[in-house]
């Protein structure tokens, strides 16, 4: 039987301790405390000091109760004994209580995380409404271990359900910046159709305002000559009339390039209106635009323009006048416009295809 006992396979008989077991009543005492030990650690499993300071407590209670005789040694032995495992008890109770708290805290939080998020994207705001409602159960739980795992898992459904939320964002922001520079495009090809003339294709009277106005400003600031030049084809109506309306809109895109051709980078050419076009030449005296004009009106009347009618080749030849006037300080945008249009006046009126230079009177300027 002691064999038996030494090999761990039986309890000993009462009565028969070893020297180091206490036996009868002290005995089963002793063996509750190593228990009791024993399971401290899974109780208070993240509090390890009290653990080992409860653990060496027992340690002496049992030491106590080995060398105690039966009598009041024995008696005050199990009696420390069991204050010991009481305070133990209370300790483990205070600390379960609080990490149920917390972990109910914890629940609290993310269900509000949760319903915060869930405001966003219908699928997202669905999943994570789940997963809202799932948390709320589990504060009804029981047990704790179960309550972790569970909420551990939750976790991870919603980081999931946000990763993925993520990548839906990034997906559309790319596809709204995609078509946010297609818009980009379409506005600056708009803004392009709205400033010009969509027969000859050069500026429109609009944009011939709003360039004027800033040639004049860099005028007036540099103190550097501008000269504006009005052309206006010469009896246009007859070409018009005697070779229809599309061959005038062609006889205004050709006068249109063949103007644009004869112009410097930082000259503008603008179709100012029906069969008239305004230049504005930056940095020229009256007398260089005069010069210049003359030389383009010369190869306008010079070229001839043909086309087929009916099986037959016909042949539009055409001249245009024009009329210049260079910015005099002090004037207005008016004055020159003004001025160019009176020396246009003049220039039909002295026989068509010629320019006419219009100075400024002498006395306007002296009186301005
Ligand atoms: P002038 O030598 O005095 O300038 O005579 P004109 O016939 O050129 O001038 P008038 O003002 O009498 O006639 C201009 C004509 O230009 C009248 C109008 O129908 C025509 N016209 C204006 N815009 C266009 C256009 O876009 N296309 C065509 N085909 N004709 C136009
Ligand atoms: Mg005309
Ligand atoms: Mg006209």
Redesign the pocket.
Known sequence: MRDLVELGLSRPEAGAATPDEPAGLRGAVDRLLATLAASAGTALESEPDVVSSFASRLDACRRELRVATNGADGAGAVDGAIRTIEHFLRSSHRYVTARESELKDMIHILHEAARLMAGQATVFSEQVLASSARLQSFTRLEDIRDLKHQLAAEVTTLRRAVEEKQRRDAESSALLSERLEVLQTQLVKAEEEASIDP?TRIANRGTFDQVFARMLEHARMTKQPLSLAFI?????????DSH??????R??LCAAMWLGRSLRQSDFIARY????FAVLFRDATLAEVEARMAQVLGEIAARSFEYELDSETRTVRFTA?AGAAEWGAGESAQDLLRRADEALYDA?RAG?NRVVAKKRAILGGLFR
Do not use: P
């Open positions: 027969l206006d084809i010469d009896r246009f109506k007859t070409i018009n229809g309306h599309q061959i005038g809109d006889v205004l209106g029906g069969e008239e006048s039909k068509r």
